[in-house]
């Protein structure tokens, strides 16, 4: 028998959560593409065995549909609810979300889960049905700033459509924050 065996602890598998499976698939998927969520790559890149996967997945689309479910809630969901329990009015809620999802690099597995979508239907449906979720959220904060049901929707596909471009285009988290006040300015003005 070969002493290749994974450095990890004994019964290091028994321990790791689903969650822990969904905050390594998404760095999998950052760092090595599609490739990344196979489960025998994903597996190595964790340090345990295939195994441990079947321990909390039945299979590769479970997995898949429960890694976007994660992705939903955590930086869709729990960004939203963030902002709206802020005591602000619209437009500093506006602010407030650039500067989370920008400072905080709350997009930073947008680009790569978006690259998945032009493969495979099951992440084409999420983010479909995210970027539903995260407009009407966006167009909500400008009627609430007082602009009519036809400006907030073009300024809500603007300001989204700015939003998910920087993340694919501009890897530097610094290079995206630039300009913050000036952007939010120019979202923002009647």
């Given amino acids: 028998m070969s002493n290749t065996k994974s450095k990890t602890p004994k019964n290091h598998e028994n321990r790791l959560s689903r969650l822990d499976w969904f905050k390594y698939g998404l760095e999998a998927l950052r760092l090595y593409g599609l490739r990344g969520l196979n489960i025998e790559p994903l597996s190595k890149f964790m340090g345990v065995t295939k195994g441990s996967f079947y321990w909390h997945f039945k299979d590769r689309e479970k ?17 939203i609810d963030e902002i709206k329990a802020l005591p602000v009015d619209a437009g500093s809620r506006l602010k407030a979300l650039m500067e989370l ?3 905080e690099d709350a997009g930073r597995y947008e680009s790569d889960v978006r690259s998945w979508a032009a493969f ?28 009519s049901k036809k400006e907030a929707e073009i300024r809500s596909r603007l300001f989204y459509l700015y939003i998910v471009g920087e993340f694919m285009i501009l890897s530097d988290t610094e290079e995206r924050s630039k300009y913050l006040k000036e952007k939010h300015k120019f979202f923002t003005s009647k």
Avoid at 124 to 147: C, H, N, T
Wanted: hydrophobic share 40%; proline share 2%; charged share 35%.
């Fill in 101 to 103: 999802v920008f400072n």
């Fill in 63 to 79: 997995f898949y549909k429960s890694l976007l479910k994660y992705w939903e809630d955590e930086l869709t969901t729990a960004v």
């Fill in 120 to 147: 495979d239907k099951i992440p084409a449906r999420s983010i479909a049905k995210i970027d539903k979720q995260r407009l009407k959220y966006v167009k909500s904060l400008f009627e609430e700033m007082g602009f």
